[in-house]
């Protein structure tokens, strides 16, 4: 059976993202010794090639039938810097804890490679796949379904070195985790408790501290702080950008609310259904955004200032987010885009930075994905 | 206790509000507590406000501040037993709805006071096209016929903008996206023109740019029936755009009422100028965010005193021992603030600097 994803793979629609150095590896061992290598501040720990995610939409049931796909990711490609925090944001639907998932190796792509220490991972099994995962780690969002309500908070910090043993040898354990309980900010004495005892916000500690038990150097975040009260939320924030320091970690920081985003990220990426739409610092997308659709996002958030509201122009999308099984030809966002003209139908824009602002040092010099792209502060009163 | 409820002097009649001199509706002096295993959970300790028509009143709180059983109560939605009202008024027009029979209850509801619910997709029944659903309120209400009620319900879907309504009336919640389910509640609250709505957290499970254009809708709906709208959220930019007062609620009780603009410039209780100060600001790159420390009170013992006391700065001996009444916030030099009230004992010192 032929299979329709391979066919219209879609081509890379990010040509100007460096090149990745892969490294050369025969052998297990050798695979495993390349992971264990040190980067540098700054230089790129996790390089995501046109990585590409369709899930199969099937017919029938006795001989399945594959009709179609939804195409959840769709060819993106970005760094992730040692050190820094990368902020990924867009609407539900828009792919973003496909993702996640992708970069845990939870789901595997269609498509694409996620490099990481110049090792494909998305290739990688056994033992050298094993050592990529602890080293990659995961905060989920809803801190009330992602502890087992039946083990205690020992319990479930410590799992993880039931799997990776070497992290903490047998009698260490119970101290590492009272350390790791501690680090969060909560008392040792509750190694014995269980989920339900505690609040919403001493749960998602209970979850950073399950991350952090195998010293990784990526946690992946997905929306960590959108279930928690709005004063429980800025002592997780800071948690967590002290244990950034404190650990030297390398954050992706997947959410959906803006000015957390901006708050906690070095560089941020704006994705809609599928595709990267912006990427830049958070300088260059905040105050000097050029995709239309950054710009819309970013004036729809609600700012809790009834002064500076009034004095902001506000772009208010018609519609809503189209199929990922069907997205529209071209530029995605044509379909809610006040900009869009034939161009925009036939030709897909691609993640570069924008011809006229090419050469300068502008802050609206970065990678934009729009034909018509124009700064527009939205942020600021006009 | 004495009864303070500041939000009465607000001066919310806006041009040509002459035909209602009361209050829509008046909460005095509410409370409602739960039976449990554990003991007695007081969720809501003692709570006034008011609505005019045409007024929008934002009730603001963090999970467990009363805030939704207070609108549940309003309603008559609340299950009793556990939950139990001791003392307090609702009035509605000036007559108290808690004294009223169960059947005179029941034609207010739905007819008079509607609510919208935070999660559309678990309020709506997912087995009854959502134009049988808001066709329901006609046909119960009004004795329409079921020709007559649909016909009714796409005039409705067309009135909060749903497209192509009548191609869609026959269709399920599940077959909507979360904005259009959205949309769907607050047409079936807006079915027979009620002079009150409370909207509980109507945008919080939604995106921001779908965030945006439903709160739109609802602002522009409520300006043309001149309904009072209470909407209850913990989102402070929500508020910001659309309400014309604020009360802040805490541990069951409301700790500071406001004009919306002055709440924003100048807090006069130290839990809301923690929380203004603990969301990161959207045009500026923050260093550490302000954090308010320690968890919300426990309901089943809420600390003597202020309430808040273990969670604030300032806090002295006299928050530990003595309950903070709800006091009219003035200026320095004693001139009166229309609107404005705190339940802090140095509310002088929060808001003066």
């Known amino acids: 059976m032929a299979d329709p994803t391979k066919a219209d793979e879609p081509k890379d629609a990010t040509p100007n993202v460096s090149d990745v150095e892969v490294a050369e590896v025969h052998s297990e061992e050798e695979a495993v010794a390349a992971l264990d290598a040190n980067v540098e501040r700054g230089e790129p720990i996790l390089q995501v090639r046109n990585l590409v995610k369709h899930f199969p939409l099937t017919q029938g049931i006795v001989i399945k039938r594959q009709i179609g796909a939804v195409k959840a990711v769709d060819g993106i490609s970005f760094d992730l810097h040692q050190g820094e925090t990368l902020g990924i944001v867009g609407e539900s639907g828009c792919g973003k804890s496909t993702v996640a998932k992708l970069l845990m190796s939870l789901e595997t792509a269609t498509a694409g490679e996620v490099f990481y220490k110049g090792q494909d991972i998305t290739r990688l099994s056994g033992r050298a796949l094993k050592a990529v995962r602890r080293n990659i780690q995961m905060i989920f969002q809803d801190p009330y379904t992602s502890l087992n309500p039946r083990m205690t908070v020992g319990d479930i910090i410590g799992e993880p070195f039931d799997i990776h043993p070497e992290v903490a040898p047998k009698g260490d354990r119970r101290r590492k985790v009272k350390d790791l309980l501690d680090v969060v900010g909560l008392n040792p004495e509750y190694i014995n408790r269980y989920p339900h005892q505690f609040s919403g916000g001493q749960r998602q500690r209970i979850g950073i501290a399950r991350g952090l038990a195998l010293n990784p150097e990526i946690i992946i975040c997905d929306e960590p702080v959108s279930a928690l009260d709005v004063s429980v939320q800025a002592q997780v924030i800071n948690l967590m950008a002290r244990l950034q320091d404190e650990f030297n970690l390398s954050y992706i920081f997947i959410a959906h609310d803006l000015s957390i985003v901006r708050h906690i990220s070095d560089r941020v990426g704006v994705m809609y259904l599928g595709k990267m739409a912006e990427v830049g610092t958070d300088e260059q997308i905040y105050e000097y955004p050029t995709h239309p659709y950054t710009q819309a996002l970013l004036s729809a958030v609600p700012v809790p200032d009834p002064e500076a509201r009034e004095r902001r122009d506000r772009i208010i999308l018609t519609g809503d987010v189209p199929s990922p099984a069907n997205p529209p030809s071209g530029c995605r966002f044509r379909t809610r885009c006040w900009k869009a003209q034939d161009k925009c139908a036939q030709e897909e824009p691609l993640l570069a930075i924008p011809e006229r602002f090419k050469g300068s040092d502008t802050p609206a010099a970065h990678e934009s994905a729009c034909h018509f792209a124009e700064v527009k502060d939205v942020v600021h009163a006009a | ?353």
């Open chain 2, 1 to 353: 206790m004495t009864i303070i409820d500041p939000t009465d002097a607000v001066p919310a009649q806006r041009p040509g509000d002459h035909e209602n001199t009361g209050p829509l509706l008046e909460v005095r002096d509410l409370h409602v507590e739960f039976q449990t295993r554990e003991g007695v959970v007081k969720a809501v300790n003692g709570v006034n406000y008011t609505v005019n028509s045409g007024e929008t009143l934002a009730v603001l709180g963090e999970s467990g501040s009363g805030k939704s059983v207070t609108a549940q109560a309003i309603m008559g939605i609340l299950d009793m037993p556990p939950a139990r009202i001791p003392q307090g008024e609702i009035r509605f027009y000036g007559k108290d709805m808690l004294t009223m029979g169960a059947e005179e209850r029941r034609k207010l509801r739905g007819a008079r006071i509607a609510m919208i619910f935070q999660d559309a997709l678990s309020s709506l029944n997912p087995v009854l096209s959502v134009g049988f659903q808001l066709g329901e309120m006609f046909r119960v209400h009004q004795g329409m016929s079921r020709k007559a009620a649909k016909a009714k319900s796409i005039e409705l879907m067309d009135r909060v903008k749903i497209p192509a309504a009548a191609a869609r009336v026959n269709d399920y919640p599940h077959q909507f996206s979360g904005g259009m389910r959205q949309r769907i509640m607050i047409a079936m609250a807006l079915a027979l023109e009620p002079d009150l709505i409370i909207a509980d957290e109507p945008t919080t499970a939604l995106d921001v740019t779908v965030q945006a254009q439903v709160m739109d809708l609802l602002a522009e709906l409520q300006r043309e029936y001149r309904m009072g709208l209470i909407l209850i959220t913990h989102d402070l930019g929500v508020v910001a755009d659309v309400a014309d007062k604020i009360a802040v609620m805490y541990a069951g009780r409301i700790v500071e009422t406001a004009p919306v603009h002055e709440l924003y410039k100048r807090p006069a209780h130290p839990y809301t100028r923690g929380l203004l100060d603990s969301i990161p600001r959207l045009d500026q790159k923050g260093q550490e965010l302000y954090a308010i420390k320690g968890l919300p009170p426990n309901l089943l013992k809420v600390p003597a005193g202020c309430a808040f006391n273990p969670r604030c700065d300032k806090a002295q001996d006299i928050c530990r021992t003595e309950f903070p009444p709800l006091v009219p916030v003035t200026e320095a030099d004693g001139t009166e603030l229309p609107g404005r009230a705190s339940a802090c004992h140095f509310w002088k010192e929060t808001i003066h600097g």
